[in-house]
């Protein structure tokens, strides 16, 4: 019964962090940067279309677009019916088709509806892969596949309900994502793993591994002059700056603590768990010297693995900036030295070395941990 209420207890502290986060989200104002031109997106499902050929053939250049018919499915003229056009473009419209569901945008003036094809509807396949994904994760991994769904929801939590509203209202960027960085990893690994010994070694770790990847980001970032504003998008953050208290030269490195995040909780709880064991299955008392050369010694085998995994991920998603550096023969000075290109290197060499320092700073931790008792 007490482990039963301990448990309950543990998922009720997570509910009221989660609607505190919420209650504070709700409560932070943001300034409308748009006007307000009573527009809105709904869902619809074409039920008319007199050239069904005519997306498909047509030259993105050429300007051409759809005429259809929509029966609007969602919103306040659900059951409507009104006439749209569907843009010819890679990123907007679509190959409409009698039955095509699509995401429609809305216009009324003095009474007079107009509406265009936005995109395609993809809800439902959204959600039926997010079940797809949840329910694997339940079914293998059982009572702790369910707590690492639910630690999966609350680091999605954390980072709209908190990180992304403090940088907002002026808190630092770092602060901000060192404070997310903090709270992800006390209730994930309390989700996952309770709280025990090796879950609190691997909090430390992770924080402390975490946290050197944004310093060693910022260390490169002011030595080799890139700063928050070298990024794609800066033109939108100067303008949402304009508008709110954002620090848009400090994000750039606070995503860093954020997207490390992951593969440093990987490597900090592999670790822990491990010595924790060793410590367990261990008949003689072990010295915290050699808790510490076998946390190094496990270490080693995923600091490999887990570099590759954090590596490649940048590269996957900085592909097309690779393409375009291969198809037009870039030279190597200039590629070195392209703020896009730095930013890609600062991120994925700091987040490894995040990974890399993992290994020794939570072997340590847990070398003094598991050992206390017998000093003590």
């Excluded at 900085?318 to 198809?327: E, P």
């Amino acid at each position: 019964m007490a482990k039963i209420i301990d448990t309950l207890g543990k998922y009720l502290i997570v509910a009221l962090i989660t609607l505190a986060m919420f209650i504070f989200f709700r409560s932070v104002e943001r300034k409308p940067l748009l006007a307000d031109d009573n527009t809105s997106f709904v869902r619809a499902v074409v039920t008319q279309n007199d050239n069904e050929d005519l997306q498909a053939e047509a030259s993105l250049d050429s300007g051409d677009s759809q005429k259809v018919v929509l029966l609007i499915k969602s919103g306040s003229h659900k059951g409507e019916t009104v006439d749209a056009y569907s843009l010819n473009g890679y990123l907007y419209g679509a190959n409409c088709k009698v039955g095509t569901r699509v995401i429609a945008s809305l216009s009324e003036y003095d009474g007079s509806l107009s509406a265009n094809v936005y995109n395609y509807d993809r809800e439902n396949e959204i959600w039926v892969l997010l079940a797809a994904f949840f329910g694997l994760m339940w079914l293998v991994g059982g009572k702790k596949g369910f707590n690492s769904i639910l630690a999966l929801i609350f680091t999605f939590a954390t980072v709209i309900f908190l990180y992304i509203p403090l940088m907002y209202i002026g808190v630092s960027p770092f602060i901000a994502a060192t404070a997310s960085v903090v709270i992800i990893t006390v209730v994930t690994f309390t989700l996952i793993a309770d709280w025990q010994m090796k879950s609190i070694g691997a909090m430390l770790g992770t924080v402390f591994g975490v946290v050197v990847s944004g310093i060693i980001a910022l260390l490169f970032g002011h030595f080799g002059h890139v700063t928050g504003y070298n990024v794609d998008d800066i033109e939108n953050l100067i303008y949402v700056g304009q508008n709110s208290k954002l620090d848009i030269g400090g994000m750039l490195f606070s995503g860093i603590l954020i997207a490390s995040l992951g593969a440093v909780m990987d490597v900090a709880m592999s670790v822990a768990t491990s010595l924790h064991e060793i410590k367990e299955k261990k008949t003689t008392d072990i010295s915290a010297k050699e808790i510490f050369k076998s946390g190094i010694n496990i270490g080693r085998d995923m600091i490999g693995t887990m570099s590759n995994t954090l590596i490649l991920a940048y590269v996957g998603g900085s592909l097309g900036l690779v393409m375009v550096i291969y198809a037009y023969s870039y030279q190597m000075h200039q590629i070195l030295n392209m703020y896009s290109m730095a930013i890609e290197i600062m991120r994925g060499i700091s987040g490894t070395m995040g990974i890399i320092l993992t290994v020794p700073i939570t072997s340590l931790i847990m070398s003094f941990l598991l050992t206390r008792k017998n000093k003590e």
